[in-house]
């Protein structure tokens, strides 16, 4: 794997490591944030701290970069051939000290997608969706690892079995898990869905929320909506509510949240039709973060700050105006809310959130995949074992 380095132009200066015998490779002290190349084979490493700019590079394999570990020393990746989901990996932040984290004895083809580092030091295992296929048949169930960065591969346990779970994400403190499982019913099956013109005796495939404790011993139902699909779950940063997004039929998304409690009552937020590409809350908790197009009037897809209220849609307010970042997908905050990152046009910008401005990261090397931060655990490079 080659490692380049170089500075960002603008930003300070970077400090050098000069371990004996070794190249100066400048250090990482963070925040960090990290993005595929377009070609995925390839990440960037931005450290908005130093200024350094890392290249890690895959020779031409087709990698995903997926998150950091609960102290922000290792990245969390997928290595694969084609489109069949690929196997799991963790390295150092120089690409050094690759472990394959996943091995799986079972008959069927397989391959690890959506993996998630818990964020609890104490615990830090790793859940994932893991895709079997067999006979034709393809499955995805929610399984964990072992996280800890000293242990080898390892065969997967499993939080659940049904056949058609994705999206883990875990809460702030690493307690829980929410996930969306996927069910299918009969359209016109009940009162409350009614099949459009021709379909009726259709197949149709729907999306509720689950949570499951990090343990594994306490599994419960967390939306239960008669019709409709439910997407995107994020966690508030309190870890008290989930917000997701909710979808009565194709284009027709709007924003929701719930307590994480079992029987919750789901809050609507937004009521108006647009097409919600990404949501994240806010670093404070107090709002929403949107990415979504046909809002408000608004064809093309922008950033929205909403409020945790019914109807938020006529308080919404733009998070960027300049006309010159157009676009947006996948907002991503840092740990310490200094710094939003985002998707403009297949480029990746960086917004100050404090003093305000923007600046481009990357510009012509696009991408389209959401960048991470690394976590509040960071204490630069130099800090790593």
């Known amino acids: ?224 909506f008669p019709t409709g699909s439910v997407t995107m779950p994020r966690w508030s940063p309190d870890g008290d509510l989930i917000s997701f997004v909710y979808s009565a039929q194709p284009g027709f998304d709007t924003v929701w949240m719930i307590g994480m409690e079992p029987g919750s009552a789901p809050t609507q937020i937004t009521y108006g039709a647009s097409v919600i590409l990404d949501l994240t809350w806010q670093p404070d908790g107090a709002a929403l973060t949107i990415s979504t197009r046909e809002f408000n009037g608004m064809r093309e897809n922008r950033l929205w700050r909403i409020g945790l209220v019914g109807g938020a849609d006529a308080s919404a307010e733009q998070i960027i105006t300049d006309a010159a970042l157009r676009y947006h997908d996948y907002p991503r905050y840092s740990a310490d809310g200094g710094w939003l990152a985002l998707r403009a046009e297949y480029g990746l910008a960086l917004v100050d959130t404090r003093a305000g401005g923007w600046q481009w990261l990357e510009r012509d090397a696009l991408g389209n995949t959401p960048p991470v931060w690394t976590p509040a655990g960071f204490q630069g490079e130099a800090a790593c074992a």
């Open 1 to 224: 794997m080659l490692v380049t380095a170089l500075l960002l132009a603008g930003l300070p200066e970077a400090l050098l490591n000069a371990a004996p015998g070794a190249p100066a490779l400048p250090l990482l002290s963070g925040p960090v944030v990290a993005v595929d190349t377009a070609a995925q084979d390839q990440f960037r490493l931005y450290d908005v701290g130093s200024g350094v700019v890392r290249t890690l590079d895959f020779d031409g394999r087709w990698v995903r970069l997926w998150g950091f570990s609960p102290d922000g020393c290792r990245i969390l990746y997928t290595q694969q051939e084609g489109l069949v989901p690929g196997a799991l990996y963790s390295a150092r932040l120089d690409g050094s000290d690759r472990r394959s984290l996943v091995r799986y004895s079972g008959s069927e083809t397989w391959g690890v997608w959506e993996p998630a580092w818990s964020p609890s030091a104490a615990d830090p295992r790793i859940a994932f969706t893991l895709v079997r296929s067999a006979g034709g048949e393809t499955s995805h169930h929610i399984a964990f690892i072992d996280g800890q960065s000293g242990a080898g591969s390892s065969e997967p346990a499993f939080y659940s079995v049904s056949g058609d779970e994705h999206t883990a994400r875990w809460s702030p403190d690493g307690r829980w898990l929410v996930y969306a499982a996927y069910e299918t019913r009969t359209a016109g099956a009940d009162v409350f869905s009614t099949a459009a013109p021709g379909q009726s005796g259709a197949q149709l495939r729907e999306a509720d929320l689950w949570i499951v404790s990090a343990d594994g011993t306490t599994k419960y139902r967390l939306t239960d």
